[in-house]
């Protein structure tokens, strides 16, 4: 039986996160927080080249220096038969995708700088950080390449061997014929060239993990500090270890913030738990800063070609869109399926457009792997057409609002040429809300008044659609422990966005229960059966959907007890604040009786298991779509170029909000890293030598508290008719939204000046030589 919302205290409350005062109490358990007896400490030492070929590991001084237990080479993995990490991206390319073997441990050559080479195991952290020291590793240094452009050059220096030309793959998508009559009739094209920059992903807590191995089960654990647990578990039993799944057990405590970056299986997790059954101990390693700039997988990292077609009355007629994708040396888990599947169905926004083509390639590189991101292709694909948006306004002399208007979706369900069905929206309404809250109409005096003070000033827009559904599917179990309390285990996973919160408020508000009553479980393989984890901003609606089933079923199952309870019919009975009711009879019985009663087996129905529970794996596969305004207002020193966000609003629409205040925080975190991107942030390779030169926070600039302005977020909800819950991912949004925000104003304060073109991030010094250039011509 479906249950409604009929009351619902909870559901729109604007509940502090009840999860805080343990981490505000010192109380979180993080990956550090576990001492386990016997463990010992790893330390990998990586290569100091971009790519070179391994002549020999000199490893006898190592392995006799004090404290030392082992040092494992590439070598030792091979000889017990472990596989190279896999991909698991399923992208339709146009040729077959060929995977490069990836091992824990580099063999014959290392392809960049940070590649694992050598895995040293101690007493101590120290102690294996010293003996790493002793290692000898003799180098042939080959050439590099390190742009993604120059990578699919002629000539240029192979990553692989059996990659020709490296490129990694080709993706096609759209209707090439349709785009092209449609270029032939326009009446406007712009063109425009742009590079989205890639990005360390620097979550709070880097990397970290426990290998555990238990010789008489034959079995494994690992403690991480990791997302979508079940997949790398996947991933390590059917390709690393080849053993069967249940054979490893995942668990992921509080996890200090991920973004994408802790989906993925990593080397450090198979040389944990294969050096853990190799020495029976358990194996614990951390990452510092410095190595997670050159371990952990990377961002976003694309050079687009783009055209917008468009009739004489400003409307788009086509978008034509050309990408070449870092890769990074090795293909990473999802690494071929964020700049192609996620991309291209966000791609043309929330825009009215008929025909869009995407050709996509691949390009392997002596960098980092690159794979998810916050938002993990969509923020791509929207920073093109709002880009090509306010690039087209200036040169047909309309206003960046008026081509918007023109050209947003208005008419609903609306297909998009990608495929996708957008099934409702406001999207012209948070145009109109957001330039209002932003006092777009009084800007030009507040240029004027920049202009007197020798600075420049720039008011931005943009719009954002996300397509938020990650992967399909989730399980979710809920319980009624003897306690009384209720276990609420759902398979996607929280780092940080307040899911102990707000999956308690849903079910309170099903069950008729204080939101205190319930224990929310994740990220444990030994106690939730399945789960796909976070990513694509799929928590509410296919996590919290799996919940109100379980729930559901939960009911179903109490309705049959509390009817025997009751001497009445189960049809006859209602649920609502928290009890079962005969109608008419006056004779009710509380939720929690029944769960007690569920207990006795005296007490159950014919051929009931005791307990009162409902268990449901729910293959919900539909899409939601946030969508939002957003305005930034800027200002530039024409002297020194630095940059000064003054304001920035945003209007968005995330469907039914189960709790606006954590909704709230998780787009403002969003657009952080947004604007991070677009003001600081920018992963810097040598050319010649490979070698990063933002390897720490001391040249990677991430924004500060005092780089930012108030970021203003409204709500102009639509509810979904995806789920029943009517909600939209708001994980993701901010991160979409804000790189093309604060870039259109940036270009809208350097518009007098005749620049038109501009490439985050826009560093003081990068946009005084723009200003200086411009001066010059």
């Known amino acids: 039986m479906r249950h409604e919302f009929e009351a619902a205290p909870e559901r729109g409350r604007s509940r502090r996160r009840l999860e805080d005062e343990r981490f505000l109490t010192g109380r979180g358990r993080f990956v550090d927080d576990f001492a386990e007896p016997g463990q010992l400490f790893g330390h990998v030492l990586r290569s100091p080249m971009a790519h070179a070929r391994i002549l ?14 082992a040092v494992f080479t590439g070598a030792d993995l091979e000889a017990e038969g472990l596989g190279p990490l896999p991909c698991s991206a399923k992208v339709a390319t146009v040729s077959p995708l060929v995977v490069p073997p990836r091992h824990a441990l580099a063999r014959e050559r290392v392809r960049h700088v940070g590649d694992p080479v050598a895995f040293v195991v101690a007493e101590t952290a120290e102690a294996a950080r010293d003996a790493a020291e002793l290692i000898e590793v003799t180098y042939e240094e080959l050439p590099a390449v390190v742009d993604c452009a120059a990578a699919l050059e002629s000539g240029a220096p192979l990553v692989w061997d059996e990659v020709p030309g490296n490129e990694a793959f080709r993706f096609l998508k759209g209707d090439r014929a349709a785009v092209d009559e449609a270029f032939a009739r326009a009446a406007t094209v712009v063109e425009i060239e742009l590079v989205n920059n890639r990005l360390v992903v620097a979550p709070l807590e880097p990397r970290a993990g426990i290998g555990r191995y238990d010789p008489e089960r034959e079995s494994f654990e690992l403690i991480l500090s990791g997302q979508a647990v079940h997949d790398i578990r996947r991933e390590l039993a059917a ?12 668990v992921a405590p509080d996890v200090g913030g991920g973004f994408g970056m802790k989906n993925v299986l990593h080397p450090e997790w198979v040389l944990l738990l294969f050096a853990a059954r190799r020495l029976g101990r358990p194996v614990r390693w951390s990452s510092d800063r410095t190595e997670d ?39 990473s888990s999802l690494g071929p399926a964020i700049p192609t599947n996620p991309a291209s169905t966000a791609m043309g926004g929330v825009y009215d457009i008929p025909a869009i083509f995407m050709d996509v390639r691949g390009a392997f590189t002596n960098t980092v792997p690159v794979d998810a991101y916050r938002g993990a292709g969509k923020p791509e694909a929207n920073y093109i057409v709002e880009r090509l948006a306010d690039l087209a306004a200036r040169r047909i002399g309309i206003s960046p609002a008026e081509i918007r208007r023109r050209n947003i979706i208005r ?9 996708m069905t957008i099934e409702k929206g406001a999207f012209g309404d948070s145009l109109d809300r957001a330039l209002a809250a932003a006092a777009a109409e009084s800007f030009e005096p507040r240029r004027q008044d920049s202009a007197g003070r020798g600075m420049l000033r720039g008011l931005g827009l943009a719009c954002f659609l996300e397509t ?3 992967a399909p599917g989730e399980w979710a179990r809920v319980a009624f422990e003897p306690d009384g309390t209720v276990t609420l285990l759902v398979g996607t996973q929280s780092n940080g966005q307040g899911h102990e919160t707000s999956f308690p408020q849903i079910a309170a508000d099903l069950l008729g229960l204080p939101v205190e009553s319930f224990r929310y479980v994740q990220a444990d393989t030994r106690r939730v059966r399945k789960g796909s984890g976070h990513g694509g901003a799929r928590s509410l609606h296919q996590g919290g959907t799996a919940m109100v089933r379980a729930i559901e079923a939960l009911l179903d199952r109490a309705r049959l007890i509390a009817a025997q309870l009751l001497q009445a019919s189960p049809e006859e009975l209602r649920f609502e604040g928290g009890s079962f009711a005969a109608s008419g009879e006056g004779r009710s019985v509380a939720i929690g009786s029944v769960a007690a009663a569920a207990r006795d087996p005296e007490q159950l129905p014919p051929g009931f298991e005791p307990g009162l529970f409902g268990e449901v794996d729910n293959p919900l596969d539909l899409v939601t779509y946030p969508n939002g305004c957003h305005v930034a207002e800027v200002e530039i020193d024409r002297e020194t170029g630095e940059l000064s966000i003054l304001r920035y609003v945003a209007v968005d629409d995330y469907g039914t909000l189960v709790n606006p205040m954590l909704t709230e925080g998780q787009v403002q975190g969003g657009l952080v890293q947004g604007i991070g991107q677009a003001a600081f942030e920018r992963v810097v390779y040598d050319g010649r030598s490979g070698q990063l030169l933002t390897a720490s926070l001391m040249d990677y600039q991430l924004p500060r508290a005092a780089d930012l302005p108030p970021l203003e977020v409204l709500f102009n909800p639509v509810p979904s008719r995806a789920n029943p819950l009517g909600v939209k991912g708001s994980g993701q ?8 925000t604060v870039m259109n104003a940036i270009l809208d304060a350097l518009a ?11 560093t003081p010094e990068r946009l005084w030589r723009a200003i200086r250039t411009a001066r010059q011509a």
């Not at 390709?239 to 995942?250: A, N, S, T």
């Not at 949004?733 to 093309?740: K, N, R, S, V, Y």
């Open 733 to 740: 949004a901010g991160c979409i939204a804000a790189p093309q």
């Open 468 to 470: 938020a559904r990650g």
């Open 56 to 69: 020999a590991i000199g490893a006898a001084a190592a392995r006799e220096a004090s404290g030392v237990v």
């Open 752 to 762: 007098p000046l005749g620049i038109e073109s501009f490439d985050m991030p826009a």
């Open 239 to 250: 390709d690393v270890f080849r053993v069967p799944e249940e054979k490893i057990q995942l």
């Open 411 to 419: 008419s609903f369900p609306h297909v998009t040429p990608m495929g």
């Open 293 to 331: 700039f050159v371990s952990s997988v990377q961002g976003r990292d694309n050079h687009t070609r783009a055209r917008l077609a468009l009739d004489a009355e400003a409307r788009f007629l086509a978008l034509d869109v050309a990408t070449v994708a870092d890769m990074g040396a090795y293909f």
